[in-house]
């Protein structure tokens, strides 16, 4: 096997909203249920790469978020320097995963085909489908590849031995997930092809979302992937970081370690 990667989820941002927005169809027993924003970094010896960029403190106030610090900072916490990251995965191009233009100057993005066909084509003529994306997002990206600095992908790849990107569709045409092989097996970063725990153990999907089908059946994909259940890791829920243990004690609520085992 090869050598294992750490992996770490990182909160950077928060929203106070109700299980009803959450779900397909609303919630029956409607409620708080706040989502949280993370960027990852998955992390060995020879190479660091991060998984989505977040948002910056204008796209916050824009949308109505609450920013809890820039990105950079934790980062920087547990030794990780934005300017020296060389490879970051776009899982998709929503405005909370591909903005902060700047913050990583000397990367190559990983994308998949369709996703950028997706936020460049018709389907952005209906708000229903584009209000999730922001244009300077799309036009920075666009520059990236003009530049030689984006890297295609076309369903799986490979980028390291025990890194894989997975197409699964369904939120986003071109949805991308991460597989990971850490100490305790292969983890699955599933950003939003599961916002929630309870969107896959429920059978009931985020309201935003290109192909309904398809993101239920990403659901699928993700057990196959992961080693267990235990071993998905959804992209907004703030029990993540109830439920795995922090990279140290001043880094809890905003850094957790998802290459070991979570709590029970």
């Given at each position: 096997?090869?050598?294992?990667?750490?992996?770490?989820?990182?909160?950077y941002a928060h929203h106070d909203r109700r299980a009803s927005e959450n779900f397909i169809g609303g919630d029956p027993h409607d409620g708080p249920m706040p989502i949280d924003y993370f960027i990852w970094?998955?992390?060995?010896?020879?190479?660091?790469?991060?998984?989505?960029?977040?948002?910056?403190?204008?796209?916050?106030?824009?949308?109505?978020?609450?920013?809890?610090?820039?990105?950079?900072?934790?980062?920087?916490?547990?030794?990780?320097?934005?300017?020296?990251?060389?490879?970051?995965?776009?899982?998709?191009?929503?405005?909370?995963?591909?903005?902060?233009?700047?913050?990583?100057?000397?990367?190559?993005?990983?994308?998949?085909?369709?996703?950028?066909?997706?936020?460049?084509?018709?389907?952005?003529?209906?708000?229903?489908?584009?209000?999730?994306?922001?244009?300077?997002?799309?036009?920075?990206?666009?520059?990236?590849?003009?530049?030689?600095?984006?890297?295609?992908?076309?369903?799986?790849?490979?980028?390291?031995?025990?890194?894989?990107?997975?197409?699964?569709?369904?939120?986003?045409?071109?949805?991308?997930?991460?597989?990971?092989?850490?100490?305790?097996?292969?983890?699955?970063?599933?950003?939003?092809?599961?916002?929630?725990?309870?969107?896959?153990?429920?059978?009931?999907?985020?309201?935003?979302?290109?192909?309904?089908?398809?993101?239920?059946?990403?659901?699928?994909?993700?057990?196959?992937?992961?080693?267990?259940?235990?071993?998905?890791?959804?992209?907004?829920?703030?029990?993540?970081?109830?439920?795995?243990?922090?990279?140290?004690?001043?880094?809890?609520?905003?850094v957790a370690r998802l290459d070991v085992e979570p709590r029970s």
């Open positions: 096997m090869p050598e294992p990667f750490e992996v770490y989820a990182i909160r970094a998955i992390v060995s010896k020879e190479r660091t790469f991060i998984v989505d960029t977040g948002f910056d403190s204008d796209m916050a106030a824009r949308r109505k978020r609450k920013l809890l610090e820039p990105p950079t900072q934790s980062l920087a916490a547990i030794g990780i320097v934005a300017e020296e990251v060389k490879d970051v995965i776009i899982s998709h191009m929503h405005y909370d995963h591909a903005g902060n233009h700047m913050l990583f100057p000397n990367a190559r993005y990983h994308i998949q085909d369709r996703e950028m066909a997706y936020c460049t084509g018709r389907c952005m003529c209906h708000h229903g489908l584009s209000h999730a994306f922001e244009v300077e997002d799309v036009i920075a990206m666009t520059r990236r590849v003009f530049a030689g600095n984006v890297q295609f992908h076309d369903g799986v790849s490979e980028l390291a031995p025990g890194l894989t990107l997975h197409y699964v569709g369904g939120h986003t045409m071109g949805l991308q997930v991460v597989r990971v092989w850490t100490r305790r097996g292969w983890v699955v970063l599933a950003s939003y092809a599961a916002h929630f725990y309870a969107n896959m153990t429920e059978g009931r999907p985020f309201p935003v979302v290109y192909n309904v089908g398809d993101m239920l059946e990403a659901h699928l994909t993700l057990q196959k992937l992961a080693s267990s259940p235990d071993h998905i890791i959804p992209g907004h829920d703030p029990l993540v970081l109830a439920r795995y243990p922090a990279f140290r004690p001043d880094l809890a609520g905003v």
